[in-house]
C-alpha cells in the first residue's frame, strides 16, 4: 500500500461526496420557492439510501466477479471480503477505499436524474424508482465499464470518469422520466422562473470544486495521470463556461449568470470520460463545443413538448455523449500509455468503440428506465395530484417550507 496514493484518494472520495449536497443547491434554486425542499431532498436522501444499497449487493454487482460481462455476482454480498487490504482495483490504497469512492458516484447519479421530474413526482415514487433504477441500470452499466470483465471495457471502451456510466446513462433516465410523466402544470403557459439563483451558483461552485476529486481521483493515485485529469477539467469546464455565455450572448442578446455556471458544468460533464486520456489543447476544444452545444440543445424542450424542468438531458446527455465520442477523437498514449490513440491520433477504431458504448448505453437505459416508471407508475403511482403540485412539494410531500419570510 501507498499511504500517499491512500490520503490522496480519502481526499478525492470526499470531494465527491460533497457534490451531492452542491448538487442539492443548484437544483434547490433552480426550481420555484415552493419546492425547493422537495427538490433538495432528494439529492440529499440517496446519500443515506444509495448508502444501505452499496453496501448490502451494491457494490457486489458493480464489480464483483463477473457474470457473462454484463453483471458482478453477489459473491461480495455485505461487502464480504471488501477489506483494507488493496484488491483488484488498485494495489496501492485499501479495497475498502475503492469501493467509498465508487459508493460517491453511485450516489450522485440518480440525484442528477431528479432535475428532469423536479416539482411533480411523489417522494414514495422517488424512492422506489431510484432503487429499482440504481440496481437494474446503474449497476449492471458501471460492471460494464469498469468492472473486471465488463463487456464494454473488454470491448476497449474509455470512460475515465463516467461520462457513459453516469452522465449518459442518467440523462436517458431523465429522458424517460420527463416524456413519461409530462409536463409540470403550468409549463409553456406561465413563466416557471427560478426562485433563487446566488443559491444555484453556490451549488455549482461546489459542483465544480468537488468535481476535481471526481476527475482528478479516478487515477486512483497521485501521480501523473492525475494531474492531467485536474488540468483538463479545469480547461475544459473554463472554455464551456465562456462558449456557452458567448452564444447567449448572441442568440438571447444578453448574457446570464445562470448561462454560466449551466456552461460550466457542461464542461465538467463533457471532459468527464475524458479526463485521463487527453491532453489541454484537445480540452480547450471539448469544452469549446461541449457550452455551444448543450445551450442549443435547451431549445429541443420547446420544439419537442417534453418539460425536462432543470435540462438534464441537454447538459449531462448531450455533454456526456459529446464528452464519450470526444474521447474517441482526441485520445492518445502520449499523454496515457495506459489508454488509446483516438481517431485524430491515427485510431479511427476507438471512435468507433466509444460511439458503441454510448449507443449501448443510451438504448439499455431508455428501455429500462421506461419500464421501471411503468411498473412505478403502476405500483403506488409517480405523480402528485394536481392540489398537491399547485401546493408544491415542500408542504404536501414533507409538512415543511423552506422560508419563512
Known amino acids: 500500500m501507498n499511504s500517499g496514493d491512500t490520503a490522496f484518494m480519502l481526499v478525492a472520495t470526499a470531494l465527491v461526496m460533497f457534490m451531492t449536497p452542491g448538487l442539492a443547491l443548484f437544483y434547490g434554486g433552480l426550481v420555484r420557492q415552493k419546492n425547493v425542499l422537495g427538490t433538495m431532498m432528494h439529492s440529499i436522501f440517496c446519500l443515506g439510501m444509495v448508502s444501505i444499497i452499496w453496501v448490502i449487493y451494491g457494490y457486489s454487482m458493480a464489480f464483483g466477479p463477473d457474470i457473462g460481462g454484463f ?55 422517488f424512492l422506489l424508482f431510484t432503487a429499482l433504477w440504481l440496481t437494474f441500470v446503474y449497476l449492471p452499466v458501471c460492471h460494464w465499464v469498469w468492472g473486471q470483465g465488463g463487456w464494454l471495457g473488454k470491448l476497449g471502451a474509455l470512460d475515465f470518469a ?52 471526481f476527475n482528478a481521483g479516478s487515477a486512483l493515485s ?70 455551444a452545444l448543450c445551450y442549443s440543445v435547451i431549445f429541443l424542450k420547446t420544439r419537442f413538448g417534453y418539460d425536462d424542468a432543470l435540462d438534464v438531458v441537454a447538459v449531462h446527455g448531450a455533454g456526456g455523449l459529446w464528452g464519450a465520442l470526444a474521447t474517441g477523437l482526441f485520445a492518445s498514449v502520449y499523454w496515457n500509455p495506459d489508454g488509446a490513440n483516438g481517431l485524430f491520433f491515427g485510431n479511427p477504431i476507438q471512435f468507433l468503440i466509444q460511439a458503441a458504448g454510448a449507443g449501448a448505453s443510451i438504448a439499455y437505459s431508455l428501455v429500462l428506465s421506461l419500464v421501471i416508471l411503468k411498473i412505478v407508475d403502476t405500483v403506488i403511482g409517480l405523480r402528485v395530484s394536481e392540489e398537491d403540485e399547485i401546493m408544491g412539494l415542500d408542504l404536501s410531500q414533507h409538512s415543511e417550507i423552506g422560508y419563512t419570510q
Open 71 to 125: 453483471v458482478g455476482s453477489l459473491d461480495w454480498i455485505g461487502l464480504k471480503s471488501v477489506g483494507l487490504a488493496p484488491g483488484p482495483y488498485s494495489d496501492t490504497i485499501p479495497d475498502l477505499l475503492f469501493c467509498a469512492f465508487q459508493l460517491m458516484f453511485a450516489i450522485i447519479t440518480p440525484a442528477l436524474i431528479s432535475g428532469a421530474y423536479a416539482e411533480r413526482m411523489k417522494f414514495s415514487a
Open 162 to 213: 463516467g461520462g457513459t456510466v453516469i452522465h449518459i446513462n442518467s440523462a436517458c433516465a431523465a429522458l424517460a422520466a420527463a416524456i413519461f410523466m409530462g409536463k409540470r402544470k403550468g409549463w409553456g403557459q406561465e413563466a416557471l422562473h427560478p426562485h433563487n439563483l446566488p443559491m444555484t451558483i453556490l451549488g455549482a461552485a461546489i459542483l465544480w470544486f468537488g468535481w476535481f476529486g
Open 222 to 291: 497521485a501521480g501523473k495521470t492525475a494531474t492531467l485529469a485536474f488540468f483538463t477539467t479545469q480547461i475544459a469546464s473554463g472554455c464551456a463556461l465562456m462558449s456557452w455565455v458567448v452564444a447567449e450572448w448572441i442568440i438571447q442578446g444578453k448574457p446570464t449568470t445562470l448561462g454560466a455556471v449551466s456552461g460550466a458544468v457542461a464542461g465538467l460533464v463533457a471532459i468527464t470520460p475524458a479526463a485521463g486520456f487527453v491532453g489541454p489543447l484537445s480540452a480547450v476544444i471539448i469544452g469549446i463545443v461541449a457550452g
